[in-house]
């Protein structure tokens, strides 16, 4: 995906105006100086850490005042079947992540500082 995207900055000439960084999110607090974006992309990878709180602190600092933290990511259905708890526990072992829940999200958000 990030060959797309650097292909549609260099089609529109967009090379002074955005600068994209891609790395492990583990390091972003040892990379980037605070203030340092004006966006920040988890996309369908925040749930692989295991301390998204600190993953989300390191961003409240690094964002500028006013930019903008984007998440996707899955997050499970609530629900009280047994079945589908266990369903859903299955699938984070075979992909080794861990589903968040959206309030979840937003608890760790407000924790953060956002």
């Given at each position: 995906m990030h060959k797309?995207?650097?292909e549609k900055i260099k089609e529109n000439n967009l090379e002074d105006n955005i600068k994209q960084h891609f790395c492990d999110f583990k390091s972003?607090?040892?990379r980037f100086e605070n203030?340092?974006?004006d966006r920040i992309l988890f996309i369908e990878s925040i749930s692989y850490s295991?301390?998204?709180l600190n993953i989300l602190k390191t961003c409240?600092?690094?964002l500028n005042k006013n930019g903008i933290l984007y998440i996707r990511t899955i997050t499970p259905?609530?629900?009280k079947s047994n079945f589908i708890k266990k369903t859903i526990g299955n699938i984070e072992k075979k992909i080794d992540c861990n589903l968040i829940y959206h309030e979840n999200i937003?608890?760790?958000l407000q924790q953060a500082g956002f």
């Open positions: 797309k995207i650097i972003l607090d040892t203030n340092s974006f295991d301390n998204i409240f600092n690094i259905p609530h629900t937003i608890y760790y």
